[in-house]
């Protein structure tokens, strides 16, 4: 099983990135795909969350508005596209697979994780 996240990168306050996970070895469309974050010095957080079937999806309330995810079973990739962006959003992302929650107990497989920065 892999999950290769990719995208993260330095951007500006007010800017946008999109972020990739891509998977392999896991019946991808059996699975809800989330994204998580962790900070420095911080516990890892829910960010958003898309359902199995793509139908579902949910987001943190610090994103909702500004981040959308998707969830190709084409492709076996999910993605999180982020906009209005702030020095807040700053952290590793990690994507996950297993079942739909907020709670990062529910996802088995993981990426290794992607830097984003955001500059003020």
């Known amino acids: 099983v892999q999950l290769q996240a990719s995208g993260g990168g330095l951007v500006q306050a007010g800017g946008s990135l999109r972020l990739s996970c891509e998977t392999s070895g896991i019946s991808f469309s059996s699975y809800a795909m989330a994204w998580f974050r962790q900070a420095p010095g911080m516990r890892r957080s829910f960010v958003s969350a898309i359902s199995a079937n793509g139908i579902s999806t949910n987001y943190a309330d610090s994103v909702k508005g500004r981040f959308i995810i998707s969830k190709d079973n084409a492709k076996n990739a999910v993605y999180l596209q982020m906009n209005s962006m702030t020095p807040e959003d700053t952290a590793v992302y990690y994507c996950?697979?297993?079942?739909?929650?907020?709670?990062?107990?529910?996802?088995?497989?993981w990426g290794q994780g992607t830097l984003v920065t955001v500059s003020s």
């Open positions: 996950g697979a297993g079942a739909y929650s907020e709670n990062y107990l529910a996802y088995v497989y």
